[in-house]
Structure formats: C-alpha cells, structure tokens
C-alpha cells in the first residue's frame, strides 16, 4: 500500500512538531507537506513558486488550521471548495478555535471535519492519529477522475 500526502498547514512551529510526531506513531508522517500559512498552502496546491516541482495530484486530506498570518483557514478553505479541481479533497480544520461562528462558517463553507486541538499532550497526540488513521488509511478518496472533473 503506498503511503498517500496530506498537507498540513499550521504557522505554529510547536504544533507542527507535535502533529507530525503523532503521525509518525501510526506510520503516515513519511508524506506530509508543510505549508506555513494560507498563501503557502493555495502555493502547494496550484503548483506554484516553491511548490511549483512537487509530485503531481493532490493531497489526500489537508489538516488546516484556522489562524494563521497572512490568509487564514477560512479564505483558504473558501477557495479550495470553489475550485473544482480541488473541492473534493477532504478538509479538516485543526484549531484551538472554539468559537461556534468559527465551526459554523467553516460547515457552510464545505469543511469535512471540525477538530478542536485538545490542551494536554497526550489528548493532542491522540486526536491527530485518529484524524490521520481515518483520512489517510480508511477513508476512500474520490477517483482521480473527479480531480479533473
């Protein structure tokens, strides 16, 4: 089975850490894209700048955080969910946000999963193996075709 991308956007260097660590617990950190915030992750996604060589196809989930400097989540989730090529590809925010306007704009706005990032370690290791387990391994992703539908 080959090991599929996701793409986590997070500018927290420390969460970042972490949620790549939990990954690598259950074997799937050996794909993971970074991108530091918004503009870097649509950069990932469209192929562009630093992106611009990366492996062809798209991500098979993005964890997605919601605050971050220079484009949030909201707006990056707004424009992947209005492109075609991209609003198949499941979305998860993974914010410390609470906010119910927060959740329910992201629902309205096509999120697949809502997860708020637990306080204690441990709770936040466990929260994000179980998001990657699901995404990654037992999820089904739509076929390639509708990539390019």
Not at 5 to 28: F, S, Y
Not at 61 to 79: A, C, E, S, T
Not at 125 to 143: R, S
């Amino acid at each position: 089975m080959s090991l599929k991308r996701i793409l986590l956007v997070e500018d927290d260097p420390k969460d970042i850490e972490l949620t790549v660590n939990a990954l690598e617990e259950n074997h799937l950190a050996n794909n993971i894209a970074i991108a530091h915030d918004g503009v870097e992750a649509l950069d990932y996604l469209y192929r562009r700048k630093a992106f611009e060589h990366r492996p062809p196809g798209n991500p098979v989930v993005i964890l997605l955080d919601l605050k971050m400097p220079r484009m949030d989540g909201m707006q990056v989730l707004k424009q992947i969910k209005a492109d075609n090529d991209l609003r198949t590809i499941p979305v998860v925010v993974l914010t410390s946000s609470r906010e119910s306007q927060d959740l329910e704009v992201c629902y309205r706005l096509g999120v697949n999963a809502y997860v708020v990032k637990p306080v204690k370690f441990a709770d936040f290791v466990e929260a994000v193996k179980e998001v990657g387990i699901f995404w990654a391994l037992i999820n089904e992703p739509p076929p390639i075709s509708m990539e390019t539908a």
